[in-house]
């Protein structure tokens, strides 16, 4: 499989050929390294769970790519919304309302 194969869906596939002004490659396809990242839309709520293997260069709109998922998520504020110890409004309310 090229290399170029995996740049599907990438914002930048663009520069692999795929315009009208003669640009034939992408400038991050020579130095990308394939990774494995945890895809994160913009609309979803944490925890997120789907793993991809992609280039460490990919970017797609409406979506995050988190490198350093797993030791977010085991670190001292595991099993809330986020790594910054967010709790939703709901949570906050009905935690108030049983004390």
């Not at 494995?36 to 944490?46: C, K, Q």
Request: charged residues 30%.
């Amino acid at each position: 499989m090229r290399k170029k194969d995996k740049c599907q869906g990438c914002e930048d596939n663009f520069y692999n050929g795929n315009n009208p002004y003669g640009v034939t490659e992408c400038l991050r396809l020579k130095t990308a390294k394939m990774t494995t990242v945890v895809r994160a839309s913009n609309n979803e709520r944490p925890p997120f769970s789907l793993k991809i293997k992609c280039f460490d260069c990919y970017h797609e709109k409406g979506y995050a790519f988190l490198k350093n998922y797993d030791k977010i998520t085991k670190g001292p504020y595991k099993g809330q919304y986020c790594y910054a110890g967010y709790k939703s409004f709901w949570e906050r309310k009905t935690n108030a309302s049983n004390n």
